[in-house]
């Protein structure tokens, strides 16, 4: 069992920075792919960031790319995405989860724990 909390959210103007943050529970968290996905009001949820349990493979939305850096710290027990760049169109409520896996997948049904969100507002 995994339990993820995510922080860091807020409201910043277009161009700024974001670091979010997840902090697992669990003494496997080295053993779980984890990754970032969004969702913006009326809009499906969709995939921003994967990364492997040793934080060597990582994948990336075509629209974040480039401007977002998911990283791991597995002594922590910690998931971040440095979001920068920010644009209006990347306001979503963001969040963290995990899949018990070594194949890192973007797919969200493969996850098999979330976060309840933190919410990302990017003015312009």
């Known amino acids: 069992q995994v339990q993820l909390v995510e922080s860091g959210g807020g409201l910043v103007q277009a161009g700024g920075s974001l670091r979010l943050s997840c902090a697992a529970s669990?003494?496997?968290?080295?053993?779980?792919?984890m990754g970032w996905f969004r969702q913006a009001p009326g809009k499906e949820r969709e995939f921003v960031a994967a990364?492997?349990?040793?934080?060597?493979?990582?994948y990336y939305a075509d629209s974040v790319k480039g401007r977002f850096t998911i990283s791991r710290d597995n002594a922590k027990n910690m998931v971040y995405l440095q979001m920068n760049s920010l644009k209006p169109e990347d306001t979503a409520v963001y969040y963290c989860?995990?899949?018990?896996?070594?194949?890192?997948?973007?797919?969200?049904?493969?996850?098999?724990?979330w976060g309840q969100g933190t919410q990302v507002t990017v003015s312009s």
């Open positions: 989860a995990a899949d018990y896996t070594v194949v890192v997948t973007t797919t969200q049904y493969e996850y098999d724990y």
């Open positions: 669990g003494r496997t968290f080295s053993r779980y792919a």
């Open positions: 990364i492997g349990w040793s934080g060597k493979i990582t």
